[in-house]
């Protein structure tokens, strides 16, 4: 799909950033020239899946578009269970309504923020157990996504097994900077939960990046088919809950892949009640159609190299210039070191935001916060909750840009590089939700 592009000026973008309310969610696509905020939802599809569209099959109950996408899902991951949902916080919705009851708790690898939110919904929490190398972006260590085992057993002797519903693994890990986790970790992950007896879900979204990752970086899969690779992982999981906008390559969907029929059945209910009947569960027909052929192609290791590579061009380019990036370069996005980007801008006054308004006022850019503002409140103390890492996500779509884009890209983050010791306050909120603020909150400049 061909779409076009809008250049504008300096002072249009400031006239628009401030109508935003210095928040990048509420600007009009016609204001954004490089929209990197998200790969969520925003590839491109190929020729393939058009033509695919075009078979779907509307029927409300008995769709052969969804037989076709279950036969693509189990063919891939292994699991017989197969629910759709309208994207991935609504399979988090469903699944959790079963399984996350108040005062659970449920250790994962920074979960994020959709999956951390249905689960403070409950009343529960979200217990971080990444390894803490992932939190140092200077540090070079391969899977930066891995679960710590000895935060994991920590977890079970403070809480107990009675309070812990599963165990997510977010694959690729999106909140650590698309960082993967490796099969060996997996595997430990696996070993410990089935001595507790606790189920093992799989954060899905970027799956196929994973295994990627696995293929190139860890040690004895290098000969492995990324087909191989993915059906290995899914068979350290109980299930998944998958959101397809990522590695479907679709533009909205999602699912749930189970393997036990009592959990399917249990969460067929919720599935009926808030997405719909459980062969559209909130997608057309047309869309399953889709997502069954991008599923394919996602899975195949000339896409996932040209992919990748073309993210790593952008944070070699950065690096190179002296840009402090997580290291190694993510799945999905380039991870700016904010707090190293801009030292002057108190932690109170939103560095990451501060960075993200900054690329868009210089370039026309949309990148975004993943950061305090991210973080939200603790639910009980009402304080900011300063994560670990303060970073600014230069998200690529897939099949959408070119290198000349990313060129654009990393010469405006150069320029503010370049007089970052001008910048030294950044902005105060005006208002703000209870739960996942980031997405509405409004925002005031400071000085
Ligand atoms: C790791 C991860 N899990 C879940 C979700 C939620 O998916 P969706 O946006 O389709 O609701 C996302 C979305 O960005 C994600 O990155």
């Given at each position: 799909?061909?779409?076009?592009?809008?250049?504008?000026?300096?002072?249009?973008?400031?006239?628009?950033?401030?109508?935003?309310?210095?928040?990048?969610?509420?600007?009009?696509?016609?204001?954004?020239?490089?929209?990197?905020?998200?790969?969520?939802?925003?590839?491109?599809?190929?020729?393939?899946?058009?033509?695919?569209?075009?078979?779907?099959?509307?029927?409300?109950?008995?769709?052969q578009s969804f037989d076709r996408m279950k036969e693509v899902i189990t063919s891939l991951c292994g699991f017989p269970y197969i629910l759709p949902t309208h994207q991935g916080r609504a399979a988090e919705n469903v699944l959790f309504s079963v399984m996350v009851k108040e005062g659970h708790v449920v250790p994962g690898n920074a979960h994020f923020d959709t999956t951390k939110g249905h689960i403070e919904f409950r009343k529960a929490s979200a217990f971080d157990c990444t390894i803490d190398e992932a939190s140092d972006t200077t540090l070079y260590h391969p899977f930066k996504g891995n679960l710590d085992i000895s935060k994991l057993e920590n977890v079970m002797d403070v809480y107990?097994?009675?309070?812990?519903?599963?165990?997510?693994?977010?694959?690729?890990?999106?909140?650590?900077?698309?960082?993967?986790?490796?099969?060996?970790?997996?595997?430990?992950?696996?070993?410990?939960?089935?001595?507790?007896?606790?189920?093992?879900?799989?954060?899905?979204?970027?799956?196929?990046?994973?295994?990627?990752?696995?293929?190139?970086?860890?040690?004895?899969?290098?000969?492995?088919?990324?087909?191989?690779?993915?059906?290995e992982m899914f068979s350290l999981a109980d299930g998944m809950t998958m959101s397809s906008k990522k590695d479907g390559i679709v533009n909205m969907g999602g699912f749930i892949a189970l393997n036990s029929q009592a959990l399917y059945r249990e969460a067929t209910t919720f599935n009926i009640m808030f997405e719909g009947y459980i062969t559209y569960g909130g997608m057309s027909g047309r869309d399953m159609a889709a997502l069954a052929q991008?599923?394919?192609?996602?899975?195949?290791?000339?896409?996932?190299?040209?992919?990748?590579?073309?993210?790593?061009?952008?944070?070699?380019?950065?690096?190179?210039?002296?840009?402090?990036?997580?290291?190694?370069?993510?799945?999905?996005?380039?991870?700016?070191?904010?707090?190293?980007?801009?030292?002057?801008v108190p932690r109170e006054e939103f560095i990451a935001q501060t960075l993200a308004a900054e690329l868009y006022l210089e370039s026309g850019v949309r990148a975004v916060e993943i950061g305090t503002l991210l973080a939200d409140r603790d639910p009980e103390t009402r304080e900011n909750r300063y994560p670990r890492l303060e970073l600014l996500r230069l998200t690529i779509p897939r099949r959408v840009y070119t290198r000349n884009h990313m060129d654009y890209v990393a010469a405006a983050l150069i320029n503010i590089y370049h007089r970052r010791e001008k910048i030294t306050s950044g902005y105060k909120i005006r208002y703000e939700a209870p739960i996942m603020r980031h997405f509405t909150v409004e925002l005031e400049r400071i000085g």
């Open positions: 799909m061909v779409e076009p592009m809008y250049p504008s000026t300096r002072s249009d973008r400031e006239v628009w950033l401030k109508e935003a309310r210095y928040n990048l969610f509420n600007l009009l696509s016609p204001q954004v020239f490089i929209d990197l905020l998200t790969d969520s939802g925003t590839g491109a599809m190929s020729q393939e899946q058009w033509s695919a569209l075009m078979s779907g099959d509307e029927s409300y109950a008995g769709s107990g097994k009675e309070r812990i519903p599963m165990i997510i693994v977010t694959v690729t890990c999106n909140s650590t900077g698309g960082q993967p986790v490796s099969m060996e970790n997996m595997k430990a992950v696996r070993k410990f939960a089935d001595r507790h007896g606790i189920p093992v879900i799989f954060d899905a979204a970027r799956f196929a990046e994973n295994a990627y990752f696995i293929k190139t970086r860890e040690k004895g899969y290098e000969e492995r088919s990324i087909r191989e690779i993915i059906r991008g599923l394919k192609e996602a899975s195949t290791f000339g896409f996932l190299e040209s992919r990748i590579k073309q993210v790593h061009y952008l944070g070699e380019l950065l690096k190179e210039a002296g840009i402090p990036v997580q290291e190694p370069f993510g799945g999905h996005a380039i991870f700016v070191d904010a707090t190293r980007f801009l030292p002057h």
